[in-house]
Structures are given as C-alpha cells and as structure tokens.
C-alpha cells in the first residue's frame, strides 16, 4: 500500500493551525516514527536521517524513533518540508510517521 501523503499533509496543516496564533517564532521540530515490524532497519533508518541533518533518539521502552531539527522559523510549510523528507526515508526503512511536535529553546 502506499503511503497518502496528501493527507499526512492535510493533518500537518490542520494540527498547525488549531495553535498557529501561540506557535513559538523558533522552534526544534521532532517528527515521531515506529517500526511497522520486528525487522525494521534501525541503523539504516538512523543513519539516513543523519545524514540528512536530523538528531535522533531511540525510545526503545515504546519502540519509537524521534528525529528533531533545527532551531527552524516556524510555519505548516516548514514543519511539512522536513517531515515529508524524514518520512520518505523513515518508510524505506519499514517506519511509519506517527507525528510531531515543537520544542522551544
């Protein structure tokens, strides 16, 4: 099956906007990914975020991957920009996207 990215898209704009007027003007974005199966490519997927500038921590209690980065300048463009880079490689590597969040420095 493929993946929709229309409505990953979609949700991404929605989410934003329900708190656009408080959003911080700066802001780490982490984008949250889990293994679809036991044989998900940890390494693979890990190094494949780096060396596309994401920082990354393994929650492996909840079997769950964060990559943040930035500081970036904060709007539904930019958040959509890197989580579609970070999902297209997370989905070659058996993850799927399970969200985002903003980290304030």
Not at 16 to 37: R, S
Not at 57 to 68: C, I, P, S, T, V
Request: proline share 4%.
């Amino acid at each position: 099956m493929s993946h929709d990215y229309k409505a990953q898209k979609d949700e991404t704009f929605e989410s934003f906007g329900l708190f656009a007027a408080d959003a911080p003007e700066m802001a780490v974005v982490t984008y949250q990914f889990y293994p679809e199966d036991v044989d998900a490519d940890w390494d693979g997927v890990s190094s494949a975020l780096k060396a596309k500038g994401f920082r990354l921590r393994r929650d492996d209690a909840d079997e769950l991957l964060d990559a943040e980065i930035g500081p970036l300048k904060v709007s539904a463009e930019t958040i959509w920009q890197y989580e579609k880079v970070a999902t297209e490689i997370a989905l070659k590597f058996d993850f799927t996207p399970d969200g985002w969040g903003l980290l304030e420095e």
